[in-house]
């Protein structure tokens, strides 16, 4: 939930770059909420047909894929194709976003019982605000030290793709949890703390 907070960061760049006006740049962060507006009442469709697991892995799927398309418009792209291709990862952190927002709670209920949703709720919004918190900073970095804001992309791609490493550690692996599924879970955490 926090990758649709680098909307913000990323449009002060973007505007910036492309000489975007006021109005138009304010555009971005208010498209990523309006998925949420059309495809809020559809999600929770879908969630009911294929369930709320694999609705989850989906918004998964879907945000990894929007944090990969910044990346690719830097290293492979210029110009109006860059841009397109930004809009477009906009587009998905707002489609992931709500296809996260409007299954995860449910599928966290078959989970946390109880007097304990509220407090994991609260700890999940701890979190997030995490990740709103350090984004500016790590664009700022990026942009000072490495000439390259949009680094911030890649390090929350990677920080989303190491979420499920001690899964796929332990299914290769065979064992029921091994020392080096824990040191990702710790590498996973850590990345999470830092942004």
Do not use: C
């Amino acid at each position: 939930m926090g990758f649709v907070d680098l909307v913000g960061t990323a449009t002060n760049y973007v505007k910036a770059e492309f000489d975007l006006a006021n109005g138009t740049a304010n555009l971005f962060t208010t498209m990523v909420f309006f998925w949420f507006l059309i495809f809020a009442v559809p999600t929770g469709m879908l969630m009911n047909k294929i369930g709320r697991r694999k609705t989850v892995l989906w918004s998964i799927l879907v945000t990894l894929v929007a944090m990969a398309l910044p990346i690719i418009a830097y290293v492979a792209l210029s110009g109006t194709a860059r841009l397109v291709l930004i809009v477009i990862s906009f587009a998905f952190l707002g489609i992931g976003n709500t296809l996260m927002q409007v299954s995860l709670n449910p599928l966290l209920t078959v989970f946390v019982k109880g007097d304990r949703l509220a407090s994991t709720l609260t700890l999940g919004q701890f979190v997030k605000a995490f990740a709103s918190l350090f984004a500016p900073y790590i664009a700022i970095w990026g942009a000072t030290k490495l000439g390259m804001w949009w680094i911030l992309f890649v390090i929350y791609l990677v920080v989303g793709i190491n979420a499920p490493a001690p899964r796929i550690l332990t299914e290769h692996t065979g064992d029921t949890f091994t020392e080096i599924a824990a040191t990702a879970t710790m590498v996973y955490f850590i990345a999470r703390m830092i942004g």
